[in-house]
């Protein structure tokens, strides 16, 4: 899958505000949006996680279970209450 075509799923779950007005169900969407969603987080940075709950309200309101798909499926990595993004798509400049 081309990142086009991955910008184009991840679209279709979005408001014109960039919110998802969904989490999808297939997996494979559900990475993909994920993967959207991480971006939000630079790497090699900690955050405590009020932080991470206020950056991933401006996609769901749903934080805890956004934050739980993260978690479970390697996007962030979760140690007490902090989170660093362990995973992810990385542009190469």
Same mark, same amino acid.
């Not at 940075?45 to 739980?68: I, K, S, T």
């Not at 479970?72 to 979760?78: A, H, P, S």
């Given at each position: ?25 297939? *997996? +494979?969407?559900?990475?993909? &949006? ?9 790497? =090699?940075?900690?955050?405590? /996680? ?6 991933? *309200? +401006?996609?769901?309101?749903? &934080? ?9 499926? =390697?996007?962030?990595?979760? /140690? ?14």
């Amino acid at each position: 899958m081309t990142s086009a075509d991955a910008a184009r799923v991840v679209a279709q779950f979005l408001d014109a505000d960039g919110a998802l007005h969904t989490i999808p169900t297939k *997996r +494979r969407k559900q990475l993909l &949006v994920l993967d959207h969603v991480v971006q939000a987080f630079e790497l =090699g940075v900690v955050y405590p /996680e009020v932080e991470v709950n206020a950056v991933l *309200r +401006r996609f769901h309101p749903d &934080v805890a279970a956004l934050r739980r798909y993260l978690v479970d499926d =390697g996007f962030l990595t979760r /140690e007490a209450s902090r989170y660093w993004r362990s995973g992810g798509s990385v542009a190469l400049d």
